[in-house]
Nanobody, 122 residues
Framework: VQLQASGGGLVQAGGSLRLSCAAS????????MGWFRQAPGQVREFVAY????????SYKNSVRGRFTISRDNARNTVYLQMNSLKPEDTALYYC????????????????WGQGTLVTVSS
C-alpha cells in the first residue's frame, strides 16, 4: 500500500487544517489507518487511528476534542481534521497503515506516507 499525505501548511494558533492521506490500493479498506507526528528534535508520536470500518477510533490525549480522524473507503482516503491548533502541534505528520484491528504503536504499522509539515505560529 502506497500512501500520499497532503494538506499541511502554515497556520496561526487557533486555526484549522485538514490533512488527507490517499492510498494506492483498494485493500486500503481492510487496514486500520493511523496518524503520527514528529516535532523537531522529538521522537515520533501517535496522534490518532481509525479502524478499517471506522468503528474503533482513538486519539492522543492532547488532541482529543480538537482533532477528528475519519475515512472514506470509497475514495481510499483518510483525513485528519485539526481545529484549535496550538504551536505545540507543529510537526511533520505521517499517515500509516496496519492490518491490526487497532493500534497506537508505530511498530505495528507496515506502510507509511512521506509526511506533510504542519507549522502553527503563535
Amino acid at each position: 500500500v502506497q500512501l500520499q499525505a497532503s494538506g499541511g501548511g502554515l497556520v496561526q494558533a487557533g486555526g484549522s487544517l485538514r490533512l488527507s492521506c490517499a492510498a494506492s490500493e483498494r485493500t486500503f479498506s481492510s487496514h486500520t489507518m493511523g496518524w503520527f507526528r514528529q516535532a523537531p528534535g522529538q521522537v515520533r508520536e501517535f496522534v490518532a487511528y481509525i479502524s478499517a470500518f471506522g468503528d474503533i477510533i482513538s486519539y492522543k490525549n492532547s488532541v482529543r476534542g480538537r482533532f477528528t480522524i475519519s475515512r472514506d473507503n470509497a475514495r481510499n482516503t483518510v483525513y485528519l481534521q485539526m481545529n484549535s491548533l496550538k504551536p505545540e502541534d507543529t510537526a511533520l505528520y505521517y499517515c500509516a497503515a496496519t492490518l491490526r484491528t487497532s493500534s497506537a504503536n508505530e511498530n505495528d504499522y507496515n506502510y507509511w506516507g512521506q509526511g506533510t509539515l504542519v507549522t502553527v505560529s503563535s
